[in-house]
């Protein structure tokens, strides 16, 4: 019986994700608590509004919106195609070529992890007052991030429909926050007007549009997440299709409406200062005029829950990316297995722990701000790695339609592919000759230039791996961007010679 029972463990299982555990709703609540509609609002918006000093982010958010969903078009209809936890090097390495795939996932995980280790900073900032306030605690901001760090670190063991759940409550409550307190907003307006000013289109037109547009960015960032579970949904194409559309939707209308009902609280002329005087606090001031207390101790509450959501959402996306790379060895083997228990990514999950706590020691021995330092600086620093990664995508979708059509509608594989590359390279171009301002750095800040650079030198360093794999390793290679089928052993075969022009690329 003993020999009969060994092979029902087989390392196909060990390197495989839970399989149809995600419905629509469960990937949906994922990718909108990775992007954080709440914390969003009090961290992203609040402070966007007074380290760039524009007032045209709610309409920032708009033409970001418009220009994620053109993007939506081509990446969606190409999941099908890719289902694979580390989406953007799947993408890129069937689309592209895999040593540009492999490079693609290096920059993933930095963008992944900056970002996710950044929410530490925002979970001290959400949680000290509250803790002040109800308790008479004033505790330093990275207990709170330590304990909020074991959480986070506990779930992402578990299987991905706890996570689901949790995330599902927590949404729900942050979302209706964020609509009753603009609607409270809206009907307080400063002289008793209610503007549309910060929404004109004419605030796009200014030299620091780059900056307005990075900060729109911020908020969406994890709206791209959906097809990291395409391995772990059901019916991936629909479900990636619906929930990434869903999601990128409902975000773009919460973070308008929220981004310019707080400018008519305040006055389109006294947001920027106002947001400079009160930082994340201002939506709690606003809300205490208008609603009371009450509202606002909800609303403090639920903001620390916003966060948390939005780090277990960025740590489980962090820690597939992790499994996936590990799996198709662009990273050490181990990282791609997971957990007999829970089919969770293990290794990946304890590796992403293991970095988000090295950071917060860091932060807290050297005493550095954690809103703007860790939190703004971080996040930002993420999500230019991620608008990058956009725009390569892009571009593979192009490619790879174009070497398969797949009876796909010209619109969706080609038109608004290409009309989606034209516009995220137009944002990142802004962006970059902005990056400064939207740091809230001098021009000759190290920081101007050495984040992009970062993402520039691990770029550089995973082309060539992947170059090294063709030469050294050519299975190895052949299997890059293939997702499950690299662990299964269904890859290229490597004797046909239309197979073999493909592996080579």
Known sequence: MSHARTPRRTSTVATALAANRLGTPAVSYFVMSAAAPLAAVALVVITGYSVTGQIGIPVGFVVMGMLLALFCVGFVTMA????NAGAFNAYVSRGLTRPLGVAAGWVSLIAYNASQVGLYGGLGDAATPLLHSWFGLDLPWWVVALAGWALVAFLGLQNIDLNGRVLAVLLAAEVGVVVLYSLANLAHPAGGTV????????????????????????????????????????????????????????????????????????????????????????????????????????????????????????????????????????????????SRRTSSPKAGSMVQSAIGLT???????????????????????????????????????????ARHPSGENVWRRAVAPVLAAIGVITVVALVLVNFASLLGVDENSPLRWGIPGVYLVVAVCGVVWGLTLRATRPQVYANIGLGAKSATGTGLNLGAPEDFDAATR
């Not at 099908?80 to 289902?83: E, I, Q, S, W």
């Not at 019916?235 to 919460?254: D, E, H, M, Q, W």
């Not at 550095?368 to 979708?397: M, Y």
């Open 359 to 401: 950071v917060i020691v860091i932060y807290a021995l050297a005493g550095l701000d954690p809103v703007i330092q860790l939190f703004f600086w971080c996040t930002t620093s993420g999500s230019l790695g991620i608008l990058l990664l956009i725009a390569t995508t892009s571009i593979a979708v192009i490619g790879f339609f």
């Open 80 to 83: 099908p195609y890719v289902a």
């Open 195 to 338: 503007t549309v000013a910060t929404l004109n289109p004419s605030n796009m037109i200014n030299p620091h549009v780059g900056a307005l547009l990075a900060v729109a960015m911020l908020g969406f960032v994890g709206f791209e997440g959906a097809v990291v579970f395409s391995e772990e949904a059901r019916n991936p194409g629909r479900t990636v299709r619906v929930a990434t559309f869903l999601s990128l939707g409902i975000l773009t209308v919460l973070y308008a409406l929220s981004s310019w009902a707080m400018s008519v609280a305040t006055g389109p002329g006294q947001i920027v200062q106002e947001a400079s005087t009160h930082s994340t606090d201002l939506i709690f001031t606003l809300a205490r005029s208008s609603l009371g207390t009450m509202f606002v101790d909800l609303g403090r509450a639920l903001y620390v829950t916003s966060v948390l959501a939005t780090l277990i959402a960025f740590h489980n996306t962090a820690a597939r990316y992790m499994f996936a790379l590990g799996r198709e060895r662009m990273l050490p083997a181990a990282l791609g297995r997971t």
